[in-house]
């Protein structure tokens, strides 16, 4: 396997948790401090920061160097991975969207006839 | 919010496994077994089922209904979910490229020059 395995299990990871993918919504809007982060989840400090812990091991933010504003911002380059990594899959659910389309059409009678104008 | 966030939770989790993410790539081939699935992995039947069970929560797989075959297929439907999450943040990534790029002509001294033909 050439893919980045470790990274991808890190990136998954850090993605299975609704604050933290909330996070990373906000921090498309610029970096933030963990205060700044922290007022609109109603969190304390210390459990965004183990969310930031999170998302910087996984590479997904990256964290300034001063000592007491550390503002975090996004660094999408893992996000490309999972994208490259999902659109492998494309063709299954666009083919699972496809069946399901056919299945409707024959449910409602119209089967093949759709849109060849023999019928109606 | 409106983004199924369980759902979403579930698949990112499920996906955070190379074993599962390589029992999705083996799907792609077609419908098989706990044994089919467990010989290229070298792992107990009961591991397999163990992630079998993951994936099927995360409705990454479907299951047959018979008792003792019960062939695993490939359920492509959340990772459509993934794939539209991922692509909001795609112009981040590419962003980052584009600063990458910007840095690397710097570097070689190629500047805005780049291909403008003044040069060489």
Request: zero cysteines.
């Amino acid at each position: 396997m050439a893919m980045p395995t470790d990274q991808l299990d890190r990136t998954f990871a850090a993605l299975a948790d609704p604050t933290r993918r909330a996070i990373l919504a906000r921090l498309t809007a610029g970096e933030a401090s963990v205060t700044e982060l922290a007022k609109p989840f109603e969190m304390s400090l210390p459990a965004v920061s183990k969310h930031l812990k999170v998302l910087e091991r996984a590479g997904l933010i990256a964290r300034g160097r001063e000592r007491q504003w550390r503002p975090a911002r996004l660094e999408a380059g893992p996000l490309k991975e999972v994208a490259e990594w999902t659109e492998r899959y494309r063709r299954f659910w666009e083919e699972s969207y496809d069946r399901l389309d056919q299945y409707l059409d024959e449910l409602q009678g119209r089967g093949k006839e759709k849109g060849d104008g023999r019928k109606r």
